[in-house]
Nanobody, 123 residues
Framework: QVHLVESGGGSVQTGGSLRLTCTAS??????MGWFRQAPGMEREGAAA????????YYADFVKGRFTISHDNAKNTLHLQMNSLKPEDTATYYC??????????????????WGQGTQVTVSS
């Protein structure tokens, strides 16, 4: 498994922006994703990326507002979040995996997870 560490969470007002970063201990993965979980809710996939350039995927609730990117040289994953809404409030988790059979926004595809970083959006 890959060791993942997230950073960049915080508190912003509605309409604000945050940039999340996930640093991986190595590059033994084929894809990475950002998931989020609000209190009392299931974990849901927000965005994912094939790290060798085969595409990006976004959940409908973040399309047009969030951008996922990966720096192969630094083994880092980013999530640029713009136009944030109160409903984006959640703990955001970075994940990495390879060889899965499910959609990249499905948590079952991933075997490595970070500890999470809190994002709070106030109205």
């Amino acid at each position: 498994q890959v060791h993942l560490v997230e950073s960049g969470g915080g508190s912003v007002q509605t309409g604000g922006s945050l940039r999340l970063t996930c640093t991986a201990s190595d590059s033994t993965y084929s894809y990475m994703g950002w998931f989020r979980q609000a209190p009392g809710m299931e974990r849901e996939g927000a965005a994912a990326i094939y790290t060798r350039g085969f595409g990006t995927y976004y959940a409908d609730f973040v399309k047009g507002r969030f951008t996922i990117s990966h720096d192969n040289a630094k083994n880092t994953l980013h999530l640029q979040m713009n136009s944030l809404k109160p409903e984006d409030t959640a703990t955001y988790y970075c994940a990495a995996g390879g060889g899965g059979w499910y959609s990249l926004l499905n948590a079952r595809n991933y075997n490595s997870w970070g500890q999470g970083t809190q994002v709070t959006v106030s109205s």
